[in-house]
């Protein structure tokens, strides 16, 4: 039987907003259901459209970005070992895998004047595919892009965006995917590619992620989470 996620999500959120309306926490639904503009709260329909949003805008994308950031170090396991010795490199993992594998790889835009682009003029009022995929594997911006190197000299990559609709969330995707490789480098020991599996493959334009990882661990030991 096909589930009806989305109205499901209206029904859900439209609850959430009316339980925590007139509350005094500082969890964001709360924020959202109490918030004002020149005196008038915001209608719930648009609370909810900006909650469907953030489900995927933040959810959707944060998940892949982090199963392509652990792809990366799989298949890499001498990076992998560099990062379970030295936490510091975390970061940088996380940076190298929103560039090598971006979980949404293109941004559609419609052009308001007449544009020109390396010799190509684009008319007003067309739809363009800007391809930030290709972008952050550019040879003139990242020496051999195609390659996962953490070691890489710090490069800016086009993984949240750019311009007015830059990613809201980018700092909140940075420190969710630093904590979750934090945890499973913590609680999975000897994290490794299962080799009678089929390697990962990452797939997809927009929602970009493998389709699963197949791995081996040791028997996980009672770690304390985070670094
Ligand atoms: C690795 C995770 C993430 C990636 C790769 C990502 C990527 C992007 C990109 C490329 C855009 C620009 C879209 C465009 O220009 O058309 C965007 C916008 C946005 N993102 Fe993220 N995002 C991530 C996580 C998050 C999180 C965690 C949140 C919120 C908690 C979030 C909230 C938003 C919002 C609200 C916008 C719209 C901003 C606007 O239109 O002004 N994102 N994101």
């Known amino acids: 039987m ?3 996620p989305p109205r499901k999500w ?3 959120f439209a609850r959430l907003l009316s339980e925590r309306r007139g509350q005094s926490d500082t969890d964001f639904i709360t924020m959202l259901a109490n918030a004002e503009v020149r005196g008038e709260g915001l209608p719930a329909e648009i609370a909810i459209a900006f909650l ?7 959810g959707d994308t944060t998940y892949r970005a982090t199963g392509n950031l652990i792809v990366g170090l799989l298949t890499n396991p001498d990076q ?3 990062v379970q010795a030295d936490r510091s490199l975390v970061s940088q993992a996380v940076e190298e895998a929103l560039r090598w594998e971006a979980p949404l790889q293109i941004q559609p835009r419609l052009t308001v004047a007449d544009v020109e682009i390396a010799n190509v003029i684009i ?3 067309h739809k363009v595919d800007l391809v930030m995929g290709s972008a952050n594997r550019d040879p003139g911006r990242h020496r051999d892009p195609d390659q996962f190197n953490i070691f ?3 490069s ?3 993984a949240f965006g750019y311009g007015p609709h830059l990613c809201l969330g980018q700092h909140l995707a940075r420190m969710e995917m630093e904590l979750a490789l934090n945890l499973l480098l913590d ?3 000897n994290l490794r590619l299962d080799p009678q599996k089929i390697s990962p493959k990452i797939t997809g334009l927009n929602a970009r992620a493998p389709d699963a990882i197949h791995v081996l661990f040791d028997p996980p030991r009672n770690a304390r989470p985070g670094k």
């Open 2 to 4: 096909p589930v009806k």
């Open 123 to 125: 008319p007003a009022d």
């Open 80 to 82: 992998l070992r560099a």
């Open 156 to 158: 800016r990559h086009l």
């Open 187 to 189: 609680f999975l020991p």
């Open 152 to 154: 890489r000299a710090k």
């Open 10 to 12: 209206g029904a859900y």
């Open 52 to 58: 469907r949003q953030l489900m995927n805008a933040a």
